[in-house]
């Protein structure tokens, strides 16, 4: 997985620059830092090749000759197919803002009804998280952060989607869709192979308790 980040200055497209980025594993807030590289017209790039796939990330590229606002470039890396943390990035007049007592307002946007306050835990260089156990995959949230400071950096808010792999096996009509193989009602048939010659035995299609219980073990670990 690549990292990017846009260095602007003045507005502009910043080129030649030699940006530190930096990156918390929110499962113990332990920081990594390296070098990126320039790809072309101010975007920065950094291959986060040591990456978890269960693991959720968040990431600041310190374009460290520029100044205020410009200075830094944010973002997160959540799990692929798991929502377990709330995260904002606080600024103060452009800047990282830390030491701060952070509230959280979460909606659940798909039954229009408020969730869940909760107070956030501060990670490092103006991240705050909030540990998200009460998710349910296929619900949409927005969430809002009170951050204490003035005007249009008193509040943070967005949105909580699906992850981009849910885990969900259906077999439409008796198919199976993982092996694109059809099967008889019994779950199991001998099929021709090719017109006068051949058979094979088509494999046995699992019990729907063991495709659920297969579905469960992907959601919490991402193994099959």
């Given at each position: 997985?690549?990292?990017?980040?846009?260095?602007?200055e003045?507005?502009?497209?910043?080129?030649?620059?030699t940006?530190?980025?930096?990156?918390?594993?929110?499962?113990?807030?332990?920081?990594?830092?390296?070098?990126?590289?320039?790809v072309?017209?101010?975007?920065?790039?950094?291959?986060?090749?040591?990456?978890?796939?269960?693991?959720?990330?968040?990431?600041?590229?310190?374009?460290?000759?520029?100044?205020?606002?410009?200075?830094y470039?944010?973002?997160s890396?959540?799990?692929d197919?798991?929502?377990?943390?709330?995260?904002?990035?606080?600024?103060?007049?452009?800047?990282?803002?830390?030491?701060?007592?952070?509230?959280?307002?979460?909606?659940?946007?798909?039954?229009?009804?408020?969730?869940?306050?909760?107070?956030?835990?501060?990670?490092?260089?103006?991240?705050?998280?909030?540990?998200?156990?009460?998710?349910?995959?296929?619900?949409?949230?927005?969430?809002?952060?009170?951050?204490?400071?003035?005007?249009?950096?008193?509040?943070?808010?967005?949105?909580?989607?699906?992850?981009?792999?849910?885990?969900?096996?259906?077999?439409?009509?008796?198919?199976?869709?993982?092996?694109?193989?059809?099967?008889?009602?019994?779950?199991?048939?001998?099929?021709?192979?090719?017109?006068?010659?051949?058979?094979?035995?088509?494999?046995?299609?699992?019990?729907?308790?063991?495709?659920?219980?297969?579905?469960?073990?992907?959601?919490?670990?991402?193994?099959?």
């Amino acid at each position: 997985m690549f990292l990017t980040g846009v260095a602007t200055e003045n507005g502009a497209s910043k080129t030649g620059l030699t940006p530190t980025i930096k990156i918390w594993d929110l499962s113990d807030d332990s920081l990594n830092q390296a070098s990126a590289v320039e790809v072309g017209l101010g975007l920065y790039s950094y291959n986060f090749a040591d990456r978890i796939q269960t693991g959720h990330y968040l990431f600041l590229f310190d374009f460290v000759t520029l100044t205020f606002s410009e200075q830094y470039a944010c973002g997160s890396v959540p799990p692929d197919w798991n929502r377990d943390w709330v995260t904002v990035y606080v600024t103060e007049q452009g800047l990282p803002k830390t030491g701060l007592t952070v509230e959280l307002t979460i909606f659940n946007v798909t039954d229009n009804s408020l969730l869940l306050t909760a107070t956030m835990t501060e990670v490092d260089f103006g991240f705050y998280k909030y540990q998200f156990t009460t998710w349910v995959r296929n619900k949409e949230y927005g969430f809002v952060c009170e951050t204490g400071l003035l005007n249009d950096e008193l509040a943070a808010y967005g949105i909580i989607d699906d992850p981009i792999i849910t885990g969900r096996v259906t077999y439409p009509q008796e198919r199976d869709v993982r092996r694109n193989t059809s099967y008889g009602p019994n779950g199991s048939k001998t099929g021709s192979l090719r017109p006068g010659g051949g058979t094979f035995k088509m494999p046995i299609k699992r019990p729907d308790e063991e495709v659920l219980e297969i579905i469960k073990i992907h959601r919490e670990t991402g193994n099959i």
